[in-house]
């Protein structure tokens, strides 16, 4: 049975959409569904999450894109505006793990440059033992070479873990490596997944 959390930070956490900010840039949805799966896809935002700065990535999308510049440079400008909030759900867990003195942990693909302003969005943040960061460490997931690296630090087995994500690919990788895991979807089932592993 797991002894320990590592919780994934966006959709887990807190709220994460482009959605958010570019429905505010391009009311239609057509539109924003376009130019966030034709330009601002994820595959282009991915090295920022490897430590490529925003600034390096928007100048070289912006210079094959020049007509949506003014868009694509609110990616990293606007940034906070994809965030919709905690979930309360988790934050609450946090919480009475907290209580009951269950390690936690953090494990997420986040830049190096939006770090802290985004472990600022929930006191859920503060109360993680540590956290692994690709922005800071030059490897995101999938890669089990992050999972590998959370169990260095950390000093724990991969079966002494429970790891919450949001993403399948993830949780897969994860799950291959002997994690236990807890796939994200609906935060109503959280509670209920932490008390049949004992942890609340």
């Avoid at 930070?9 to 570019?22: A, D, M, Q, S």
């Avoid at 600034?55 to 003014?70: D, K, S, T, Y």
């Amino acid at each position: 049975m797991p002894k320990a959390l590592l919780w994934d930070f966006g959709n887990v956490i807190v709220r994460w959409n482009p959605r958010t900010l570019y429905s505010k840039i391009f009311p239609d949805p057509v539109h924003c569904d376009r130019f966030l799966s034709e330009v601002c896809t994820m595959e282009w935002h991915a090295p920022t999450d490897c430590g490529l700065t925003f600034a390096e990535n928007v100048a070289r999308l912006a210079a094959l894109h020049p007509h949506h510049e003014a868009e694509i440079r609110a990616w990293h400008e606007r940034w906070d505006e994809m965030f919709s909030g905690p979930i309360a759900e988790t934050e609450a867990a946090v919480e009475a793990l907290h209580a009951r003195g269950v390690p936690q942990y953090g494990l997420s693909n986040i830049s190096h440059e939006t770090f802290d302003a985004t472990v600022a969005m929930s006191p859920a943040f503060g109360r993680l033992a540590g956290v692994v960061a690709s922005g800071f460490e030059g490897v995101m997931k999938p890669d089990p070479a992050i999972f590998r690296l959370c169990c260095e630090r950390f000093g724990l087995a991969p079966g002494d873990f429970l790891f919450v994500d949001d993403s399948a690919r993830n949780i897969e990788t994860a799950r291959g490596l002997g994690f236990d895991v807890h796939h994200f979807t609906d935060p109503a089932t959280l509670q209920p997944a932490l008390e049949a592993r004992g942890l609340l």
